[in-house]
């Protein structure tokens, strides 16, 4: 599987923005996806999750009901809608798979990362 990030930009803080991660490989599907993010000097932190099927998603504590992931498996693409965004959210964002990505949320559960596109949050 490989993925393509992208939707970054530069947004005043309170704006919007929808990151998308395009994936090939027929086994999309069937992979938990999710999100993470590395801040200047910061190490790479899980942002959400979600299920193969989509029923379910999960969200790290900093963006919960701010962040939404969604995934369209007919496109091989999965989403990440940010609102109310601060400048605390300025990262390198990176989309990633892994079998147990949902249940474990952390970078070693990572088989498959994207290429990471830059979210900027002015004050």
């Known amino acids: 599987v490989q993925l393509q990030a992208s939707g970054g930009g530069l947004v005043q803080s309170g704006g919007s923005l929808r990151l998308s991660c395009a994936a090939s490989?027929?086994?999309?599907?069937?992979?938990?996806l999710g999100w993470f993010r590395q801040g200047p000097g910061k190490e790479r932190e899980f942002v959400a999750a979600?299920?193969?099927?989509?029923?379910?998603?999960y969200y790290a504590d900093s963006v919960k009901a701010r962040f939404a992931v969604s995934r369209d498996n007919a496109k091989n693409t999965v989403y990440l809608q940010m609102n109310s965004l601060q400048p605390e959210d300025t990262a390198v964002y990176f989309c990633?798979?892994?079998?147990?990505?949902?249940?474990?949320?952390?970078?070693?559960?990572?088989?498959?990362w994207g290429q990471g596109t830059q979210v900027t949050v002015s004050s």
């Open positions: 490989g027929r086994t999309f599907s069937t992979y938990e």
């Open positions: 979600i299920t193969p099927s989509g029923s379910s998603t």
């Open positions: 990633a798979g892994g079998r147990y990505l949902y249940r474990v949320q952390r970078t070693t559960a990572v088989d498959y």
